[in-house]
């Protein structure tokens, strides 16, 4: 992502802050996974999204009209003898000349600049609850200002939450964002189709896992947007199945929901297929119920439209699907009336999609459901599970589970799949499956 582009979101966020205010907002720690060794870090996406900035032990402070500079940003100075053991730091020179602050000290300053910052500012806009530690610095910081009152000092009379403001700006996918969600996208739909050729009976879940890694790699994708789920047979009825232990067995269904995350923004992406290439009657009989389901959310999906038509869309043809199927009786608007489909379907159809996997933003504005809007992203995901043992399920449909997920964008004229080169056609799978078993 372009340094302008982040420039351009501060500069937006100042704007709606008005006069008299200042921002402040840390990142994410570095995480133990076990005795001195650390998880893989990742920036807090709120402060990525503002600053570009990837590095552990940093807080960004805007104060807007500040004569000497209105984004400070507080980091690691760099450190020869730790850089040798731990890689590059970008200090406080590079916080400036690369990532574009305007003002830059080290990340130990905090305590001793932050409240002359603070100094006749009427508010704070600060997210309370994230990190209990750091709220209580931010208290400590506006009581030392308090403290001072009588020499003239005013302190900040109002704590505003960041997330309001900052998490509408997300919502809505800039040029730039687009461009890295629609390549994240297309990542993913690589490593389905690389799984798909690979996948055959006797394998283990995680061997597919591994393929799904290696082509996130191979392509740019570091790492993929969560755990991935490679569920087989009953597997694929456990909706966040992460274990990806067992083996895959001839005659089942594999349900694999992965996406890679590029450049700071996640996809999410899910296929279903049969492990040894055939739908058998009764897989692709719930197999097109829960795609037909798909085609009708997704349709939509456009402006004017709001949030939840896409999920009533979906659950209209579910219903429909398990009365031709013969696992509901009844009338269809009476079974949906009672969610009667929801021993079968137990999940909303989507959510937003950006920076994370479960992105930002409310579904509902003055309690009532949002309308879309171009800019917006969202995954359409219906689908169906029907575990062993089911109360008054026939034995034939057991271990069957199904979801079909795909990233989905508003657009002004309606919506783009982002995710569409993943295939999901039941003949289209059949014959990719057959040419990747033949080679």
Not at 235 to 264: F, K, M, P, R, W
Not at 278 to 295: D, G, S
Request: hydrophobic share 40%; with cysteine.
């Amino acid at each position: 992502m372009e340094s302008r582009e982040f420039a351009r979101r501060r500069k937006r966020l100042m704007d709606m802050m008005n006069e008299g205010s200042i921002a402040i907002l840390p990142t994410a720690s570095v995480s133990l996974r076990n005795r001195d060794v650390e998880y893989p870090f990742r920036p807090d996406s709120d402060f990525y999204y503002l600053t570009g900035f990837p590095e552990p032990d940093a807080v960004a402070v805007l104060v807007p009209d500040r004569p000497q500079g209105e984004y400070v940003l507080f980091c690691r100075e760099r450190d020869a003898k730790l850089e040798t053991w731990h890689g590059r730091r970008a200090g406080l020179e590079g916080a400036c000349a690369i990532y574009g602050a305007d003002d830059a000290f080290p990340v130990e300053d905090l305590g001793d600049i932050i409240p002359g910052l603070l100094e006749d500012r009427e508010r704070v806009f600060y997210t309370m609850g994230c990190n209990a530690a750091f709220d209580q610095r931010v208290v400590q910081w506006v009581n030392q200002v308090r403290s001072r009152n009588r020499a003239g000092v005013n302190a900040p009379g109002e704590f505003v939450s960041l997330d309001h403001l900052l998490h509408e700006m997300r919502l809505y996918k800039s040029r730039h964002e687009i461009k890295a969600v629609r390549q994240t996208a297309q990542i993913s739909a690589a490593a389905h189709i690389r799984a798909m050729r690979a996948c055959r009976p006797g394998l283990k879940e995680y061997q597919i896992e591994a393929e799904l890694l290696h082509e996130f790699m191979q392509r740019g994708a570091r790492a993929p947007a969560y755990p991935p789920i490679v569920g087989g047979g009953a597997n694929s009825c456990i909706l966040h199945y992460t274990q990806n232990s067992d083996v895959l067995n001839d005659g089942e269904l594999l349900l694999i929901d992965a996406g890679a995350e590029y450049d700071g923004y996640a996809s999410d992406v899910t296929r279903t297929f049969p492990i040894n290439g055939r739908f058998t009657k009764e897989q692709r009989a719930v197999y097109e119920v829960v795609l037909a389901a798909q085609h009708a959310a997704i349709n939509q999906v456009r402006p004017g439209n709001h949030w939840n038509e896409p999920h009533e869309a979906a659950v209209r043809i579910l219903t429909e699907g398990l009365v031709d199927l013969g696992i509901l009786k009844g009338r269809v608007k009476n079974l949906i009336k009672a969610q009667a489909y929801g021993q079968a379907f137990m999940h909303r159809t989507g959510h937003w999609l950006g920076m994370d996997v479960h992105d930002v933003g409310d579904y509902k504005v003055e309690g009532e459901w949002r309308m879309l809007e171009p800019g917006m992203l969202m995954t359409v995901e219906p689908g169906l599970y029907f575990p062993a043992g089911s109360k008054g399920l026939r034995k034939k449909w057991w271990n069957i589970g199904v979801r079909i997920e795909d990233d989905v964008l508003v657009t002004r004229d309606g919506h783009e799949v982002l995710s569409i080169d993943a295939p999901k056609d039941p003949d289209e799978i059949e014959a990719l499956m057959a040419n990747g078993h033949a080679a």
